[in-house]
């Protein structure tokens, strides 16, 4: 089995370490870690180090030892982020978690015109909260040492300006009638950024599929089949992970 990953403010240099605190009691509690299993430690920004349970003192407290000298995972090339729009509920909890163990690098919440969900206040700072303690949860179990970063909620305005900057970006659209090629069949680059704009339940509105357009997006669609919000970002993701290679 592969070594559970616990985030550390700063990877050790070695050659022990004391891991306590909140990831101590969940490799201790919840994890049963014993001595001579191997753990990971990162910073969840691409640095980390390896080494084995050298003693567990207590509930909440291990000691790390035999750490070997600290790595740094390489900027994922392309780049790939995923606008979200906001959906119901906790699925975007759920999109947040599944693409980041997809693979994805980036997540931008996205306040699209049709969105029920509205993030406003201490609400919208709480839900912000959520959806990047997901990333981080996600980004442990799938045994990522880099993080997908969460942004701040974006505007329609705010999407269009990151898209115009992207090597790539497209819009997912799931109107057959609405001139759209499929994501499958377009070129895409091998280095540089792709941005991928996912809309809400209800759809892209015409105002903001004209916006991200004038921006240089493309219009894409998946399949024959209409994904939910929550899932439709994932599903893209893979596709692209495995199109530019970096699922190779």
């Given at each position: 089995?592969?070594?559970?990953?616990?985030?550390v403010?700063?990877?050790?240099e070695?050659?022990e370490?004391?891991?306590?605190?909140?990831?101590?009691?969940?490799?201790?509690?919840?994890?049963?870690l014993?001595?001579?299993?191997?753990?990971?430690?990162?910073?969840?920004?691409?640095?980390?180090?390896?080494?084995?349970?050298?003693?567990?003192?207590?509930?909440?407290?291990?000691?790390?030892?035999?750490?070997v000298?600290v790595?740094?995972e390489?900027?994922?090339?392309?780049?790939?982020?995923?606008?979200?729009?906001?959906?119901?509920?906790?699925?975007?909890?759920?999109?947040?978690?599944?693409?980041?163990?997809?693979?994805?690098?980036?997540?931008?919440?996205?306040q699209?015109?049709?969105?029920?969900?509205?993030?406003k206040?201490?609400?919208?700072?709480?839900?912000?909260?959520?959806?990047?303690?997901?990333?981080?949860?996600?980004?442990?179990?799938?045994?990522?040492?880099?993080?997908?970063?969460?942004?701040?909620t974006?505007?329609?305005?705010q999407?269009?300006?990151?898209?115009?900057?992207?090597?790539?970006?497209?819009?997912?659209?799931?109107?057959?009638?609405?001139?759209?090629?499929?994501?499958?069949?377009v070129?895409?680059?091998?280095?540089g950024?792709?941005?991928?704009?996912v809309?809400?339940?209800?759809?892209?509105?015409?105002?903001?599929?004209?916006?991200?357009?004038a921006?240089?997006?493309?219009?894409?669609?998946?399949?024959?089949s209409?994904?939910?919000?929550?899932?439709?970002?994932?599903?893209?993701?893979?596709?692209?992970?495995?199109?530019?290679?970096?699922?190779?």
């Amino acid at each position: 089995m592969t070594a559970p990953v616990f985030v550390v403010e700063q990877v050790p240099e070695g050659p022990e370490f004391v891991l306590e605190g909140p990831e101590g009691r969940h490799a201790v509690s919840v994890k049963r870690l014993r001595a001579g299993e191997a753990v990971v430690l990162t910073d969840g920004r691409g640095r980390w180090t390896e080494g084995v349970v050298g003693a567990v003192e207590g509930k909440d407290r291990l000691v790390v030892a035999g750490l070997v000298a600290v790595q740094e995972e390489a900027r994922p090339a392309p780049r790939i982020t995923v606008v979200q729009a906001l959906p119901k509920g906790d699925r975007g909890e759920v999109a947040v978690e599944t693409m980041t163990e997809t693979g994805v690098d980036a997540i931008v919440p996205w306040q699209a015109s049709r969105c029920i969900t509205q993030w406003k206040g201490d609400r919208g700072l709480k839900s912000l909260a959520k959806w990047r303690n997901s990333a981080r949860e996600a980004g442990k179990q799938s045994r990522r040492t880099r993080f997908p970063e969460v942004a701040d909620t974006l505007t329609t305005t705010q999407v269009a300006a990151l898209l115009a900057t992207a090597d790539f970006a497209a819009v997912l659209h799931e109107d057959r009638d609405h001139d759209s090629e499929p994501l499958a069949a377009v070129q895409l680059p091998t280095q540089g950024e792709i941005v991928l704009v996912v809309g809400p339940e209800g759809g892209v509105s015409p105002d903001e599929l004209a916006v991200f357009t004038a921006a240089g997006a493309r219009v894409c669609r998946l399949g024959a089949s209409v994904l939910r919000t929550s899932t439709a970002g994932t599903a893209a993701a893979a596709l692209l992970l495995g199109r530019t290679g970096r699922w190779a």
